[in-house]
T-cell receptor
Framework: SQELEQSPQSLIVQEGKNLTINCTSS?????LYWYKQKYGEGLIFLMM?????EEKSHEKITAKLDEKKQQSSLHITASQPSHAGIYLC??????????FGTGTSLTVIP | GAVVSQHPSWVICKSGTSVKIECRSL??????MFWYRQFPKQSLMLMAT?????????EQGVEKDKFLINHASLTLSTLTVTSAHPEDSSFYIC????????????FGQGTRLTVV
């Protein structure tokens, strides 16, 4: 079951614009992962957040995990067409199972 | 980093036949592997947890007789789609995780299955 809700579901932005994707959990997260993917292709690991308040950056992508560890945001600065794809957050649940968020489809218009 | 290899990367099969997909952890042992399914424009849905030496654990709504999982060794899990139908056409991806808590999961490259 999907227990990680992402918003928005889809996003279309003009090249150069900033954007934010959110991932919300009903339970405390013990490690939140962000991936990028295109349908039919493998996952590209972006970053992992574990500590409340933690923030990490990779090139023009920044992700934060809120203090209560129940929400994470992914922010892209000055978006480019190469940023287009599906963004997925993911987290472990209970034992070993790893679940993905509902996904956000990003389109960047040149 | 750890590598998970999935094979084949794509397969086309006739309706009614069975298809086997392999997932291998190349440089670490994985007592647990996971199988996901993805439809176009949707997220990845966990299908089942593959446990080495024991039965797989299936998520609610996933037919265990349809999707047979075998985890015969610490580096190999297989997913067999039995009596495939066009609605089984999808992108299937596996993952494996090193032992320990809160460790990163490593994903295979995925398999695009088309049933005609």
């Amino acid at each position: 079951s999907q227990e990680l809700e992402q918003s928005p579901q889809s996003l279309i932005v003009q090249e150069g614009k900033n954007l934010t994707i959110n991932c919300t959990s009903s339970k405390t997260l013990y490690g939140l992962y962000w991936y990028k993917q295109k349908y039919g292709e493998g996952l590209i690991f972006l970053m992992m957040l574990q500590k409340g308040g933690e923030e990490k950056s990779h090139e023009k992508i920044t992700a934060k995990l809120d203090e209560k560890k129940q929400q994470s945001s992914l922010h892209i600065t000055a978006s480019q067409p190469s940023h287009a794809g599906i963004y997925l957050c993911g987290a472990h649940k209970g034992g070993n199972q790893f679940y993905f968020g509902t996904g956000t489809s990003l389109t960047v218009i040149p | 980093g750890a590598v998970v290899s999935q094979h084949p990367s794509w397969v086309i099969c006739k309706s009614g036949t069975s298809v086997k997909i392999e997932c291998r952890s190349l440089d670490f042992q994985a007592t647990t592997m996971f199988w996901y399914r993805q439809f176009p424009k949707q997220s990845l849905m966990l299908m089942a947890t593959s446990n080495e030496g024991s039965k797989a654990t299936y998520e609610q709504g996933v037919e265990k007789d349809k999707f047979l999982i075998n985890h015969a060794s610490l580096t190999l899990s297989t997913l067999t789609v039995t009596s495939a139908h066009p609605e089984d056409s999808s992108f299937y991806i596996c993952s494996a995780r090193r032992e320990g808590t809160n460790t990163e999961a490593f994903f295979g490259q995925g398999t695009r299955l088309t049933v005609v």
